[in-house]
């Protein structure tokens, strides 16, 4: 704070910088699509921001745009059953004409599809869909697991008839009627990954009939109204589906207790309810992780922290930021506590931040690195869910502790 000169005597107020940074929590709304557009030649491979349905239309419809009248596609009808569930923004990506490959990964040409999504910081949801092929799910897959900021919605088979249903219960693969052979997506490590199913039929947005569409678009739309009204934490399910007049199958009670052992989350008539979403696990091996909530929920916290706590690069790497760091990191999970998103009477049971001495070595300090320990009781107050944060001059990265 500069000294006041040349005034007369009497009271000045002059305000200055705090020393407080508060971490704010990153949005989980925003959602990435990519297929192919009812215009295919526009916008192709490039991620173009769209806040309403109005905006799909017009930057992806074709010449009869301005009365949205044009053929739908996957995508198309994703994106709209996405607002009609409650999201608000989407990037959406047009594979072009013929788009067969969601990732430049696979044919090593410029970036596409998901690639393109992969630099926009902001997304939390990614779909692709329609694309039911085991080369598409690997895709969805590696994607979301090796950037771990944002989860990927898979949609299960189009025909949920017998033989795909033994495949889902992990019985012998067996063809489907038109000989092709579906296989189920392989899980994410972390819990990156959901499976949705069977498709739905809505009323088609561009005519008056109806017409059989997969569901994850509708789904990203009810993540998205389920963190605006209750938060993160609280699971995606039992949720209307707005805008489904029907399923391709109904999937029995028995055959959904089995599914959901199986990380499959079932879409169900209810009678005096409707259509729900009946099930919210991650496609995962790891129980940390086993239900969508968490993961979603942990994934928050952690790019939170890391975008919250970049100031401290360059920092003199001491006690003192230490316990600047713990105080400021404690204060943000204090606040999930109190909203009941974390899990424990008293906040020790729910969370614990450590930073000091004993996991910022000599050997971290001489090499610039400050690491974060957090905790957190995000499923029981016994079990907790531990990742490190480190923060040097070249970046950051996370690493699950258990």
Known sequence: MSPIVNQPPGVYIEEGPGGVRPIQAVGTRTAGFVGVAPNAALHVNEAVAVNSWAEFVRDFGSSEAADQKFAPTHLSTAVHGFFLNGGSRCHVVNLGPGGKHIT?????????????????????????????????????????????????????????????????????????????????????????????????????????????????????????????????????????????????????????????????????????????????????????????????????????????????????????LWQEITCEVTAFLMFFWREGALVGRKPEEAFLVKCDAENNPIGSVSAGTVIIDVGLAALRPAEFVTFRVSQYAAGSEVQVRS
């Open 104 to 320: 430049s990964r696979i044919n090593a040409g410029p970036p596409a599809g998901l690639d393109v999504l992969e630099p926009i910081d902001d997304i939390a949801i990614v779909a692709a869909p329609g694309f039911t092929d085991p080369t598409s799910y690997a895709a969805v897959r590696d994607h979301c697991d090796r950037l771990r900021d944002r989860v990927g919605i898979l949609d299960g088979p189009e025909e949920l008839d017998e033989p795909s249903m033994r495949q889902l219960l992990g019985e012998a693969p067996a063809k489907k009627g038109k000989g092709e052979k579906w296989t189920p997506p392989e899980p994410s490590a972390g819990g990156f990954l959901a499976l949705y199913l069977p498709w739905i039929w809505i009323s088609d947005p561009a005519s008056s009939g109806s017409m059989l569409v997969p569901p994850s678009g509708h789904i990203a739309g009810v993540w998205a109204r389920c963190d605006a009204t209750r938060g993160v934490h609280k699971a995606p399910a039992n949720e209307i589906v707005q805008g489904a007049v029907g399923l391709a199958r109904q999937v029995t009670r028995e055959e959904q207790g089995m599914l959901n052992e199986k990380g499959c989350n079932v879409i169900r008539f209810i009678p005096n309810e409707g259509i729900l979403v009946w099930g919210a696990r991650a496609l995962t091996a790891d129980p940390a992780f086993r239900y969508l909530n968490t993961r979603r929920l942990v994934s928050m916290i952690e790019r939170s922290i890391v975008k919250g706590t970049r100031w401290v690069v360059f920092e003199p790497n001491d006690r003192l």
